[in-house]
T-cell receptor, first 115, second 115 residues
Framework: AQSVTQLDSQVPVFEEAPVELRCNYS??????LFWYVQYPNQGLQLLLK??????LVKGINGFEAEFNKSQTSFHLRKPSVHISDTAEYFC?????????????FGTGTRLLVSP | KAGVTQTPRYLIKTRGQQVTLSCSPI?????VSWYQQTPGQGLQFLFE???????NKGNFPGRFSGRQFSNSRSEMNVSTLELGDSALYLC??????????????FGPGTRLTVT
């Protein structure tokens, strides 16, 4: 079964600094990858997705992620963070063999941006 | 376009009772998925419905059930509530066609507390 690992449970960073949130998934077969953000007391909002094509994916709010098949990674990056980026970030994988809509999520990374 | 709506937003139930949560997908979306989010287990897939049929199911006991109506609205039911069922229950809908890994749009969730 697919699994997703987000090694960093919490990442503190200063405003305007760059950040990278790490995500690794378990299988090298074709999968689809997503990053979602969750603000307090809210649902999940899609930041970006990788389905196929270019390995560098750009999303909303200045975020981007790079798909690396050989390392089974899909790390999320932002060159300059804002206070408003403080939230929990979830990496998720969709495996066509188990159902496209069955997302398997990582445990999440809490991004804490301070002034 | 209105987003995914979930009712109620908050719910307190007693152990042994049953509960029904409701989800209205984005207009035109036919696939509805449910997830449970807890601090201990994270985000876990419950089930997915498409055209009133359960298309996929996660690893939850039979106390968790759901259904979808002809207008794509969905309900999930938990019978014989246990303390461990306390969680945020998230509903997500996906646009047609449903034959691929289309992104899921999440509602704000229903916070269920079992006492």
């Amino acid at each position: 079964a697919q699994s997703v690992t987000q090694l960093d449970s919490q990442v503190p960073v200063f405003e305007e600094a760059p950040v990278e949130l790490r995500c690794n998934y378990s299988s090298s077969v074709s999968v689809y990858l997503f990053w979602y953000v969750q603000y307090p007391n809210q649902g999940l909002q899609l930041l970006l997705k990788y389905l196929s094509g270019s390995t560098l994916v750009k999303g909303i709010n200045g975020f981007e992620a790079e798909f690396n098949k050989s390392q089974t990674s899909f790390h999320l990056r932002k060159p300059s963070v804002h206070i408003s980026d403080t939230a929990e970030y979830f990496c998720a994988v969709s495996d066509p063999h188990t159902g496209f809509q069955k997302l398997v999520f990582g445990t999440g990374t809490r991004l804490l941006v301070s002034p | 376009k209105a987003g995914v709506t979930q009712t109620p937003r908050y719910l307190i139930k007693t152990r042994g009772q049953q509960v029904t949560l409701s989800c209205s997908p984005i207009s035109g979306h036919r696939s509805v998925s449910w997830y449970q989010q807890t601090p201990g287990q994270g985000l876990q897939f419950l089930f997915e419905y498409f055209s009133e049929t359960q298309r996929n199911k996660g690893n939850f006991p039979g106390r968790f059930s759901g259904r979808q109506f002809s207008n794509s609205r969905s309900e999930m039911n938990v019978s014989t509530l246990e303390l461990g069922d306390s969680a945020l229950y998230l509903c997500a809908s996906s646009p047609p066609p449903s034959g691929g890994p289309y992104e899921q749009y999440f509602g704000p969730g229903t916070r269920l507390t079992v006492t």
